[in-house]
């Protein structure tokens, strides 16, 4: 959920199952901290969390469905950016994601991004049976 009333700048865009679209929120996104003067960590740690949350709603979410979109909603202020992404997926739960750092999974790739995301951010919430992500930066948090 974002509250305008947290926020300097509200964004809301709607975009095909396509990862070129995806990448271009996601640039958009960055500019925009960088206007804020969020820090390098900062950036890094979004751009990375944007890259997670954006391909696998569209890769696993709507499994490359051209009829299905993403919405993308996004807000940011000198204190913190945050992201909703929802897909039109079936959605997932997460306990049925397996553990990447359990013995057994060290050579699969499945829940990696999802363990990167909460490494790398303040906040990473699922709702909506795992359709919608949220996903928040502070500014200058480690």
């Given at each position: 959920?974002?509250?305008?009333?947290?926020?300097?700048?509200?964004?809301?865009?709607?975009?095909?199952?396509?990862?070129?679209?995806?990448?271009?929120?996601?640039?958009?996104?960055?500019?925009?901290?960088?206007?804020?003067?969020?820090?390098?960590?900062?950036?890094?740690?979004?751009r990375l969390a944007?890259?997670?949350?954006?391909?696998?709603?569209?890769?696993?979410?709507?499994?490359?469905?051209?009829?299905?979109?993403?919405?993308?909603?996004?807000?940011?202020?000198?204190?913190?950016?945050?992201?909703?992404?929802?897909?039109?997926?079936?959605?997932?739960?997460?306990?049925d994601v397996?553990?990447?750092?359990?013995?057994?999974?060290?050579?699969?790739?499945?829940?990696?991004?999802?363990?990167?995301?909460?490494?790398?951010?303040?906040?990473?919430?699922?709702?909506?049976?795992?359709?919608?992500?949220?996903?928040?930066?502070?500014?200058?948090?480690?």
């Open positions: 959920m974002i509250s305008a009333e947290e926020f300097d700048e509200l964004f809301d865009e709607i975009i095909p199952s396509d990862t070129v679209r995806g990448q271009e929120v996601q640039e958009r996104i960055i500019a925009l901290m960088e206007k804020y003067k969020f820090t390098e960590r900062d950036i890094f740690s979004t944007l890259e997670e949350g954006i391909i696998n709603a569209i890769k696993h979410g709507n499994r490359m469905d051209q009829n299905k979109v993403v919405q993308i909603r996004w807000a940011i202020s000198s204190e913190k950016v945050r992201v909703v992404i929802k897909d039109q997926g079936p959605g997932f739960d997460l306990c397996p553990d990447p750092t359990a013995l057994e999974n060290l050579e699969r790739p499945c829940g990696r991004g999802i363990m990167l995301m909460k490494a790398f951010m303040d906040l990473i919430e699922y709702s909506e049976r795992g359709t919608i992500l949220t996903i928040e930066k502070k500014q200058g948090s480690e």
